[in-house]
C-alpha cells in the first residue's frame, strides 16, 4: 500500500491521515501520558500534586504497612481484590451476555432479509434511553416490593419475595442489560457473513447439530464473538452505575475506587492516576495476548 | 467575504470575552435545587442585576473546580460548615470588611461567631440542619433514641440498613457512638472505630446518598442515615418514618454564603449576602428546602407545617448537633484508610 502512486488520493495521504493522528494524539495519548506522569508525583492535601517523583502511589497500591504505616510492609490485598472483584463480575457479565446474546444474533441472521432490520431495530430501541435511567427502572423492577416480586406474589409461584436488590446478582443483571447489545451487534454481523449453506453441507454429510454449531458455525462467527466479549468485558469492568444503584455501593469496584480519589474526601490524585495505569496495563496485556493468538492461529490456518 | 468574516470573529468574541465586571451581574456556584427560582428573579428585578447560576452535588466537587481553575469565575458559593474552613486555608475566600453588610446584625447570635469560620470573615449563614437516622416505625417499634440502631442493631433490622456514601458523616457520627473525639490520632480509639464499622458493615445494605429519602420511602430500609430536611420530605411520602436525635449525639451542619476571592462582581455579591441575609427571604429559602435559617426574625414567616416538624424540633433533653470537624493531613490519611478498609 504505501508508496502506491496510482490512486485519487496519492500525495494526499499524509494530509488526510493527519486529523485521524490529531484525535489519537490529542484526545488518547496525551491524557494516558499525562496520567502516567501523575501517577510518580507526591500527592497534595485535597487533591492536585507536587512536582516530586515519588513511587508512593504504586507503593500504596501492593504494599501493605498496616494502619499506621508503621508494620514491616507486606503484600497489599485490598486494591487487588477491589480489582478482581471487577475482573470476575466483568467476566461474568461477558459470559451471561455471549448465552442470551449468541442465540439472539443467531435468531435474528436466520430470518429473511426485511425481518431481520426490524429484529435489530427492536434490539436496539431500549438503548436510546440513558443508561443511568435504565439503571434506575431496572432497581424499581427488582426491588422487594416492586412489579416483579409482585407479580410472582400474586400468581402464588412464591410465598416470600426473592431478594435480588444490593446483592451480587442484581448487578449482574444489571450489567447484562446495559450491555447485551454489545454482544448481539458484533456476533449477527459476524453470521451475517457464515453462509448458511455451509451448515446444510454439514448436515447432508451426516454432521450432528451440535456438531456442526461447534466446529463449523462457531469457528466461522468467532472474530464477532471475540469482538462483543471485549465490548462487554471493558465497560463492565469500569461501570459503576450497576454496581452502586444495585449492588448499594456497599464495596468498591475499580471504578468507584478511582472516581473516589479524584471527587471524594481522599483527594489522592497520583494514586487514582496510578490505579488507572495499572488498570490499563492489565486490559492492554489481554488485548495484546488475544492479537497475539489471533495472529498464530490465522497463520497456522493458512 | 474576508471582511465579513472579520466582522463576524471580532464580534463574537467582544459578546464573549466582554468586560467581566460589567456592572450589573452576579455568578452564583450553589448546590442543586436549594435556592427557589423566584427568589433569584426578584433579586434580578430589585437591583437590576443579571443572576447566572451553576450547581454542584457535594462539597469536595465544589472545591475541585475552584481549585482545578474556576476560581475568578464566580462572586459566591454556598459550602458547608467544614468546607469553609477548608477553602478559608486553602486562599480561595476573600474577607468582607466590617460595614461592608448591612445586614450582618441578622445573623442569629448563635451563628455570628462559629469555629469554621472565627468572626465570620468570609461568610453568612445560608441553611443549617441535622444529620442522623430514620426509621420506620411499621417495621420496628422500639427505642430508637440510640445511635446503636446503626452501629450494634437489634436482629430485627440487621441487613435492612441504608448508611449515607459519605466518608465524613458516617465515621463521625461512629465516633460520637464510640464517645470518641473527632480527628484523634490515638490507635487504640482508631483501631476500635476500625473495629465497630467492620463489625457493623454486615448489618448494612447499602450506601446510598442521593436515594436516601427512596430507600425510606419504598420500604427497601428500615433504618436510614439522613439530613432532618430530607426526611421531613421522606415522612410527607410515607407517615410511618420517623428521625431520631439519639442521645449520644448527631452531626450538625450549616451551609454558608461565601464570597470567592477575585469575584468579577465583588459589590453584587455583598448585595445579595445583604439581600439573603433579609429574614423575609431567608424564610423563602427555608420554605423551599425544609431545613433551618440562621437568620432572626423568620421563624413567624415560615409555613405552619414547617413550624410543627418534629424533624426540625429536637426533643428538650437532645444534646446539641456535633460538626464534622477538619483534620489535618496525617491524621486524614488515617480515616481515609479505615474508610477504603471499610468499602474495600
New interface residues.
Partial sequence: MTGTSTGVFSGLRNWLLLPSWLVIGVLVLSPVFIMLVYSFLTKEFRGGVIWDFTLAAYDQFFLDRGLFGDEPPKMEWTYINIFWRSIWQALLATLLCLLIGFPTAYFIATRPPSARTVWLFMVTVPYWVNLLIRTVSMKFLIRDNGPVNEWLLATGMISEPIHLINTPIAVQLGLFYSYLPFMVLPVYAAMERYSFSLSEAAADLYASKWFTLWHIVIPSVRPGIIAGCILVFIPSMGAFLAPDLLGGARNFMIGSLIEEQFKGTAGNWPFGAAASMILLSAVLLVLLYYTHYQSKTGIAKN | MKRLFFAMTTAFLLVICGPANAAGKLSIYHWFEYIPQELLDKFSAEHDIEVTMDTYD?N??L??AL?GGRIGEYDVAVPGDYMVE?MSA?GLLDTIAEGELRNMGNIEPQWADVAFDPGRKHSIPYQWGSTSFTVNREMYSGDIRTTSILFDPPPELSGKI?ML?S??EVLALASLHLGIEQCSGD?EK??AL?ALLQNA?PH?????SD?AKDVLV???AAVGMIWNGFSAKARSENASLEYSYPKEGYLAWMDNVVLLKDAPNRDNALLFMDFLLEPENSAAVTNFAQYTSGVTGTYELLDAELKASPELNPPADAPSGTFVAVCD?AT?E????????L??
Fill in positions: 457535594s469536595e466537587a472545591l475541585a481549585k477548608i486553602e441504608n456514601d466518608q465524613g490507635k482508631l483501631k476500625n458493615k448494612w445494605a447499602s450506601f446510598i436515594g419504598s420500604g427497601e493531613q486524614q488515617l480515616y481515609d484508610a479505615i474508610w477504603t478498609n468499602k474495600k
